[in-house]
């Protein structure tokens, strides 16, 4: 690999927050078995088209510079492997969720003598990491980017998704709109979605027009049908914060999530 090697990749980020919350209650061992067994879903699909940099935490990191679509194939893939699983299994990966990013990537090696080990340096990796760990706290499974989807032909046609907002990247001053690439979900949340994928959208487009009494209506309409959905009961929140001017002076249009 060289020094250094700067490339252009998709970028996958697989990961279990729950386990590692779970190991401060729950025997270590189990926690470690539960761990193994999720990478176990996920390593022989990530290796067969990615490359694998690194085991964050309870999940991994990899990077697909040659075939960037085959990175959602995977996340899919995955989703399918586990949803296979017993339900005694299965239980344990309900919060596993997945970032999808795109964009130049810096590799290099570090270490001493033969103890090396690569050292990954990218503001996208940066943001999947992010939005990996927001993904469940947002209703969602599969955070993607829409520079990484731009790679993928026909996504937007082919897999089910909705528009989830815009997160502004100071380092590169540069809104980035974010989608829930609902395709992975089960099948009862997947129905749920399409149904109220119109009235949500709409309420986002609002909301980033300053409308926010209007796209309140909207979101509430979401949560009427789905008291599940914490991406909308987000934005109500937010709704109510700038209708009542409470809002500390956050620029509604620039940030859905963070700023990074």
């Known amino acids: 690999m060289g020094e250094k090697n700067e490339l252009d990749a998709g970028i996958l980020n697989v990961n279990v927050i729950e386990l590692v919350r779970q190991a401060e209650h729950t025997d270590g061992d189990e926690v470690f078995r539960r761990i193994n067994h999720m990478l176990a879903q996920c390593?022989?699909?990530?290796?067969?088209?990615?490359?694998?940099?690194?085991?964050?935490?309870?999940?991994?990191?990899?990077?697909?510079?040659?075939?960037?679509?085959?990175?959602?194939?995977?996340?899919?893939?995955?989703?399918?492997?586990?949803?296979?699983?017993?339900e005694d299994e299965r239980q344990y990966y309900k919060r596993l969720s997945v970032a999808l990013c795109y964009g130049s990537v810096t590799v290099g090696m570090v270490g001493y003598g033969d103890r090396l080990a690569p050292l990954i340096r990218s503001p996208h990796v940066t943001l999947c990491g992010m939005l990996q760990q927001k993904a469940a706290d947002y209703?969602?499974?599969?955070?993607?980017?829409?520079?990484?989807l731009s790679q993928v032909p026909g996504a937007k046609e082919k897999y089910n998704h909705r528009m989830l907002g815009v997160v502004y990247l100071s380092h590169v001053r540069k809104k980035e709109i974010v989608y829930?690439?609902?395709?992975?979900?089960?099948?009862?949340?997947?129905?749920?979605?399409?149904?109220?994928?119109?009235?949500?959208?709409?309420?986002?487009?609002?909301?980033?027009?300053?409308?926010?009494?209007?796209?309140?209506?909207?979101?509430?309409?979401?949560?009427?049908?789905?008291?599940?959905?914490?991406?909308?009961?987000?934005?109500?929140?937010?709704?109510?914060?700038?209708?009542?001017?409470?809002?500390?002076?956050?620029?509604?249009?620039?940030?859905?999530?963070?700023?990074?």
């Open 43 to 86: 390593m022989p699909l990530i290796e067969k088209k990615g490359i694998v940099m690194d085991f964050r935490s309870s999940g991994v990191l990899s990077l697909f510079p040659e075939h960037p679509q085959e990175a959602l194939s995977v996340a899919l893939d995955v989703f399918t492997e586990i949803e296979q699983l017993p």
């Open 139 to 148: 209703f969602t499974r599969i955070f993607v980017t829409e520079t990484y």
């Open 180 to 260: 829930d690439i609902f395709e992975g979900d089960e099948p009862e949340i997947r129905n749920i979605k399409r149904r109220t994928r119109n009235m949500f959208e709409k309420g986002v487009e609002l909301f980033l027009v300053h409308r926010f009494a209007d796209a309140r209506g909207y979101f509430l309409e979401v949560i009427r049908t789905d008291r599940r959905d914490l991406a909308a009961k987000e934005y109500l929140i937010r709704c109510d914060a700038f209708i009542h001017g409470e809002a500390d002076g956050e620029e509604p249009t620039a940030i859905y999530l963070e700023m990074l």
